[in-house]
């Protein structure tokens, strides 16, 4: 079956202040609505086409002179998709439990794991994402450009921060680390808790 956009999990304006309704709906209506009718034009016909996007991600070598547009266009699905169901109305805070025993053997705190994810996507140079993942059994923030995934090179995503300037300029024109500040008000540690218990199981 072809990609879809998935409705968000909550209303344009849930997100209010930190993440603005005007963006929401460029963002979701518009951007990820882009990627997944290209995704879906690249993979029509071709052996991908009824598969996960996760699968795909993993095996961008086989798409030949495809892999380039795919590696964009399904990346940018599958990254939006994540990044939706990370925020939530609710969220913000801290993370508990084994998540949060795990942040702190690995970055000593929870304000250096926020401070690292900071610092990566205000570090990005143009276009990506900064990530928390989980590479070979261990914690790791990483960044990525244009619509990479980390997937791709074997990693799981665990919680990405959209660091384009459609995901902050309408409100926070260049002022990235303010918005990557503001979206931790806004991140869902109970759904990142969920994915660090599935890929540890
Ligand atoms: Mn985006």
Redesign the pocket.
């Known amino acids: 079956m072809a990609y879809e956009v998935p409705d968000l999990p909550y209303a344009y304006d849930a997100l209010e202040p930190h993440i603005d309704e005007a963006t929401m709906h460029f963002?979701h209506d518009k951007?990820h609505a882009t990627y997944v009718s290209r995704a879906n034009e690249l993979l029509e016909g071709t052996e991908w086409a009824d598969k996960p996007v996760e699968e795909v991600l993993k095996n961008l070598d086989s798409l030949g002179d495809k892999a380039t547009g795919v590696r964009n266009n399904a990346g940018g699905h599958y990254n939006?998709s994540l990044f939706w169901e990370s925020m939530s109305p609710n969220g913000g805070g801290a993370p508990s439990g084994a998540l949060a025993e795990a942040i702190d053997a690995t970055f000593g705190s929870f304000d250096e794991l926020k401070a690292k994810i900071r610092a990566t996507g205000a570090g990005q140079f143009g276009s990506g994402w900064a990530w928390l993942v989980l590479d070979n059994g261990s914690l790791a923030v990483v960044g990525s450009a244009n619509q990479d995934n980390p997937i791709s090179q074997g990693k799981v995503p665990l919680l990405g921060v959209?660091v384009?300037e459609?995901?902050y300029y309408l409100k926070y024109q260049n002022l990235r680390p303010n918005y990557i500040d503001a979206w931790f008000n806004v991140v869902d540690w109970d759904k990142v808790a969920e994915r660090y218990a599935a890929a540890t199981a």
């Open positions: 963002h951007h939006h959209d384009w459609h995901a």
